[in-house]
C-alpha cells in the first residue's frame, strides 16, 4: 500500500531553474494539496485541489504552479528558482475536502542556490 | 487571521517522566483542531480530531483535550519511541473564507531519553 508517493526526496538548483516536484496517491482521494515546511514556522499551504481539473491558491502559492488532470497526480512545478524557495515540500491528500485527516507523503527536500 | 500557537518549542524528558504540551488558537469559527507527529525526515502521521471543548481522545500514551481557546497533549510515562515533533492545527468551519484548509503551528520537538 504505497499511500502518497513524492518524487524527487532531495533535488538542488540554481536560481533561475525549473522543476517539477511529482506527487501520486493511490487512495482514490478527491482532495490534494501542497505545503512547504520552513524551520520555525508551520507548514504552509501553497496550492490545494479538490478534485480533477479544479485547483486553487493557497497561503504562499507566488513562484508555483500546479495541475490536476488525474485523480492520482497532482504535480507542483517551480517557474524559476529562488533562494527563498528553500525547503521542504510535502505532498497531502484526504478523502474528502474538508477532513482534516491529511495523509502525508515523505517530504521533498529542495535547495536552491 | 487565524493562528496557531505551539508551546514549548522543545521538550526533553526522562523516561517515564510524564509532560503537556501546549496549543493555543484563535479562529473565528472552529471546526476542528488536529494533532499529528512527525518524525525527523519524514512526513506529519495524523493522530487525532477534537471538534468541541471538553472533547478528550486518547492512544497509548498520549491524550489530546480541548477548550475554547487551547488543546494540551498529554504525554503518560514517555518511551523514547514517543521522540517526535507534534503539530497542531486548526481547520475553520464554513462561515469563513479559509473553510477546509488546515493552519498549523510550528510545532513542538519532544525528546525523551532512556
Known amino acids: 500500500n504505497a499511500g502518497v508517493t513524492q518524487t524527487p526526496k532531495f533535488q538542488v538548483l540554481k536560481t533561475g531553474q525549473s522543476m517539477t516536484l511529482q506527487c501520486a496517491q493511490d487512495m482514490n482521494h478527491e482532495y490534494m494539496s501542497w505545503y512547504r515546511q520552513d524551520p520555525g514556522m508551520g507548514l504552509r499551504l501553497i496550492h490545494y485541489?479538490?478534485?480533477?481539473?479544479?485547483?486553487d491558491q493557497g497561503e504562499v502559492p507566488n513562484g508555483y504552479n500546479v495541475s490536476r488532470s488525474t485523480t492520482e497526480d497532482f504535480p507542483l512545478r517551480l517557474l524559476s528558482a529562488a533562494p527563498s524557495q528553500t525547503s521542504v515540500y510535502f505532498c497531502?491528500?484526504?478523502?474528502?475536502?474538508?477532513?482534516?485527516?491529511?495523509?502525508f507523503g515523505e517530504g521533498s527536500r529542495l535547495t536552491v542556490l | 487571521e487565524d493562528q496557531v500557537t505551539q508551546s514549548p518549542e522543545a521538550l526533553r524528558l526522562q523516561e517515564g517522566e510524564s509532560s503537556s504540551l501546549n496549543c493555543s488558537y484563535t479562529?473565528?469559527?472552529?471546526?476542528?483542531l488536529f494533532w499529528y507527529r512527525q518524525d525527523p525526515g519524514k512526513g506529519p502521521e495524523f493522530l487525532f480530531t477534537l471538534y468541541s471543548a471538553g472533547e478528550e481522545k486518547e492512544k497509548e500514551r498520549l491524550k489530546a483535550t480541548l477548550t475554547k481557546k487551547e488543546s494540551f497533549l498529554h504525554i503518560t510515562a514517555p518511551k523514547p519511541e514517543d521522540s517526535a515533533t507534534y503539530l497542531c492545527?486548526?481547520?475553520?468551519?464554513?462561515?469563513?473564507?479559509?473553510?477546509?484548509?488546515?493552519?498549523f503551528g510550528a510545532g513542538t520537538q519532544v525528546v525523551v531519553t532512556p
Open positions: 479562529v473565528s469559527g472552529l471546526r476542528g
Open positions: 492545527a486548526v481547520q475553520a468551519d464554513w462561515t469563513t473564507d479559509s473553510w477546509g484548509k488546515l493552519q
Open positions: 497531502a491528500s484526504s478523502y474528502t475536502t474538508g477532513s482534516g485527516e491529511l495523509f
Open positions: 485541489s479538490v478534485g480533477a481539473g479544479i485547483t
